[in-house]
């Protein structure tokens, strides 16, 4: 560590090569002991009989029916998140009230309540026992055991995502733009879609991206709700679950495949959209 | 051009506990050009704000011509707002940036789209900007921007053009050349306007008459010419110019600080500060006596760094020809040809 | 504040508006900008609706135990050592995290070596990939015959259906909330702060113990705490590789499921209100320390 004889070169702030050697290995050791095996792992198992019994898997009736479930669930939960989160980041960023704070920290809330209890509060609100239940029953509403509460559970555990990519963006922009916007007789619609919209498009699609990713992959608080009915209320996710149950290891594989790849497309997509606003990156992490 | 009357009673402002303003009134004449000087919170773009309707006052009124629009929006009152950062928009060309307030509109009120692209034409020669519409507001430099953000904000023919520290993110050169740029659109457009500015300089140069804030009230309002020559009070003295300041007290009539003495007719008796201005400073037969430490050259100017007798700072600023035999360690009398000389507030 | 002298003023202002021809421009404003009243609302409506109201039913579906049956149901000797090992495992996940995400935190946002855009994209892999894919991943890797499993297994290491895959899964699932929240302010720790350091003779480590990590303090501690709340509620990484035996692997949100699925609702709650109240605690714990570092960074 010592830096007595300094080499040309070799600035204060920058570590002696061996550091950079001995940390940057224990790092990859790390990460392909923890990251990339079982990556490598998945695609293994899901192609140990090669492709054909993988593509099997994905085109049973079960199968394409959790698929179906996954994007429709998703297709409904995500919009709606975005829709939520270009409000409150709105609210927050571009004016001033009390218990501001307060909010922000309510709005986080979803991410430090476990997935299990997110189910449960809607099995507790909407279940048989719950306090609509009887009404629900009544009028032969389902929502526990069914699409709605799989939709339900998906917003709550992806609730916080858009609004926390936004609020910080548009925090750090400022309100200056829109008031010069309003200040020249804009209106509140124009503002927005004239000026704040094209200022937070990547910043948005960033949120979306992750909140997407998160809600086509949400395990346990859709599991508490869903009622595993095969073909009728198993998502991807639980679908593998299930095949896993039974030892059906390949086909198990051969669905977490699929969503692997989308994960990576994911990963891919973030990328390319931090190399092209490198302010899209807020600072905190999930 | 306009002669929009704006009238300001008795405003009132506070963020949390910390008072912005605090019952400012203030009348500001058609067609003239006004600057609100004042320190870093000294509430000077909060009234600002308050008169573009970016701010909402606790109490007060802001009337235009007589009609109360303390609450109306900024869009209602028609004014022209020139934002401290520019606050342009990044994704449309200059061009588009300035055509905004008129694209806005709607229905009957919407101007056809020739006579927009005319108007932008128009205000960019106005500010000497013909033939960057089409470029984008990061291809622009600091100076460039500033006549953009000036000619967005005079498109929709304001009643009022208001600037936010209008030249505080320029550096020094470009600072003074737009200064005269501002001083000749306002002459040519006519339009009333009003600027915020830290600087006492930029602010005795450029306007027809300055307010002085602090602490969020008004401390005297007058033309560069009555502020600079006759502070209303010991903040203003010591803000707008330089000047010597003498902490001593008054007994009839006569300001005495250790070994200096001045005349200080009117002021009662007690604690006083005595403000003198380094060119009023004279060398003479007769008068304070100062010990040389320093001489400065400055153009025409000469000016002398020194201490009385018992250690009392003193600058003065004389023809250049004044200093002739002066030299550093001598001493040399000084006449005081005028103090200001204020009780304490 | 503001609102208070909104409402004081309230009356005044209304009493001018009858006079006034703008009736409508003469609402007491509190922003210039439109749309503050609107977004606030569907904010507020949707946060109530979604998230805080059925939170309460937790509260409320437990209160219906009588505290002796909320006690044997919440703090059973099965529920406590699930307890211990959802805390325990989540707690020692997010310290290999703590070490290995500040390293990795260090990497990215110092060196420059080739395959550094693939690690950058790689480690925020665990919020991206779902977690029973991750689950099922892991408990294959680390099986008695598993590619990792196999050779721990030679040397009398048990890590799958242990307490130790508990620990493996929830440092998988940890590590991004570490690097991401150390990473940025190791990039914005300026170089010219450990440049004065040296000028004044600190030797390297004296600079990195004395200057560097104290400043990197609060983000690790904050990381740290994310991670380790995370860890606590996690289920779907979990189950594959933990085995699920009472008493020795089963972790607390898969308490809450077994409750369930004996229909035992009020049992379900009431362990997860304990769950509840310890997330709350270090949200709060986390605003702290997020509090006291700003202290800094003003």
Known sequence: MSTQTPVRGHYASEDPLWVKVVVVTLVALFLTLLLILPLVTVFSEALKRGVGPALEALGTYDAVSAIKLTLTAAAIAVPLNAVFGVCAAWAIAKHEFPGKSILISLIDLPFSVSPVVAGLIYVLVFGAQGWFGEFLLEHDWRIIFALPGIVLATIFVTFPFVARELIPLMQAQGAAEEEAAVSMGAGGLTTFWRVTAPNIRLGLLYGVLLCNARAMGEFGAVSVVSGHIRGLTDTMPLHVEILYNEYDFVGAFAVAGLLCLLALLTLVAKTVLEMLHPGVKTRSAH | MTDLTISIQDLSKKFGRYPALNGVSLDIAPGELLALLGPSGSGKTTLLRSIAGLEFPDQGKVLFDGEDVTFASAAARRVGFVFQQYALFAHMTVAKNIAFGLDVRKGADKPPKAAIEARVEELLKLVELDGLGKRFPSQLSGGQRQRVALSRALAVGPRVLLLDEPFGALDATVRKSLRKELRRIHDATGVTTIFVTHDQEEALELADRVAILNLGEIEQVGTPHEVYDSPASAFVCGFVGEANRFEGAVTKGRFTAGSITLAAKGVADGPASAFVRPHDLHPAKDGLAVKVSRIVLQGPLAKLDGHTADGRHVEAAFARDGVEGFNPGMTVKLAVQKAHIYPPT | ?298
Not at chain 3, 147 to 162: H, S
Not at chain 3, 176 to 202: C, K, N, Q, W, Y
């Open chain 3, 1 to 298: 504040m503001t609102v208070q002298t909104a409402d004081r003023r309230g009356s005044a202002s209304g009493a001018a508006a009858r006079t006034s021809r703008h009736r409508s421009s003469w609402r007491r404003r509190r922003s210039a900008i439109p749309g503050f009243g609107l977004t606030l609302g569907v904010t507020m409506a949707l946060l109530s609706l979604i998230v805080l109201i059925p939170l309460t039913a937790v509260a409320i579906k437990a209160a219906s135990l009588s505290p002796a049956d909320f006690a044997r149901v919440a703090f059973s000797e099965r529920a406590m050592l699930a307890y211990r090992l959802s805390f325990g495992a989540a707690f020692v996940a997010a310290i290999i995290n703590g070490v290995f995400g500040l390293l990795t935190a260090w990497v990215l946002a110092r060196y420059k070596f080739p395959g550094k855009a693939f690690i950058d994209g790689l480690v925020d892999l665990p919020f991206a990939l779902p977690t029973a894919v991750a689950g099922i991943a892991l408990a294959s890797l680390y099986a008695p015959n598993g590619w990792l499993g196999a050779p721990l297994a030679k040397i009398g290491v048990t890590a799958a259906y242990n307490p130790l895959g508990v620990v493996i899964a929830l440092t998988f699932i940890g590590l991004p909330f570490v690097v991401r929240t150390v990473e940025p302010v190791i990039a914005h720790l300026a170089a010219d702060v450990e440049e004065a350091s040296a000028s004044l003779g600190a030797s390297r480590l004296s600079t990195l113990m004395r200057v560097i990590l104290p400043a990197l303090a609060p983000a690790w501690l904050t990381g740290f705490a994310l991670a380790f709340a995370r860890g606590i509620g996690e289920y779907g990484s979990v189950i594959f590789i933990a085995g699920n035996k009472p008493y020795i692997s089963e972790i607390a949100p898969l308490l809450i499921v077994i409750q369930l699925e004996q229909f035992e609702h009020a049992g379900a709650a009431a362990i997860a209100l304990v769950m509840l109240v310890a997330s709350f605690v270090l949200l709060l714990a986390i605003n702290g320390i997020q509090a006291w570092a700003r202290r800094f960074q003003a």
